[in-house]
């Protein structure tokens, strides 16, 4: 089970705002750009292009990049940097229940809805995990249609279904789903 950490309350009394640091490692799935701060990773995008950080990154980056190269090697399961992304309190309650998703294994958007005890909010889980910025870690790639299809994946369903591959690889042995 993958495990979020937030941090603790980031001081509001310095009067300086917060440095964002920005670094692209290469996976197995192309390029996936870190951006965060001292405190937490914010965003993990498989956008490309974006402008990288020329500085010494800090320690919860270096994390970040380590927990990540060790997930594509496929000897870790649970990240443990912190993270942190801006949402409403659904939002929240959503990605929470992302991170609860077992490692290799998925669950549909109906079973989603229905975790955080709201079978009616289907579109609403649907669109929030569209709006996850933080992918891998916040396994929205874990969600799949209640058919079992592989459904919509920010970075691309092909993406999608390399990771669920490398997940179940890794935990079961060699198995082809999808």
């Given at each position: ?32 750009t870190i951006i965060g701060d001292v405190y937490a990773i914010n965003t993990l995008t498989f956008k490309e292009g ?22 594509f090697a496929g000897s870790l399961q649970q990240f443990t940097f912190p993270i942190a ?94």
């Open positions: 089970m993958i495990t979020s950490h937030i941090p603790p309350n980031i001081p509001s009394d310095t009067g300086a705002e917060l440095s964002s640091y920005i670094h692209t490692i290469i996976t197995p799935v192309g390029p996936l974006m402008s990288v950080t020329h500085d010494p990154l800090p320690d919860t980056l270096l994390q970040c990049v380590a927990e990540l190269e060790a997930y992304q801006p949402g409403t309190e659904f939002q929240q309650t959503v990605w929470q229940q992302l991170t609860m998703i077992p490692y290799g294994q998925t669950i549909s958007y109906m079973q989603l809805a229905k975790r955080i005890n709201n079978p009616k909010s289907i579109r609403a889980v649907g669109t929030t995990n569209g709006k996850n910025r933080i992918a891998i870690v916040v396994p929205c790639h874990r969600v799949i249609g209640s058919d079992g299809s592989l459904t919509g994946y920010a970075g691309g369903i092909w993406r999608k279904k390399w990771l669920l591959e490398h997940e179940i690889k890794q935990k079961f042995g060699s198995l082809e789903l999808f």
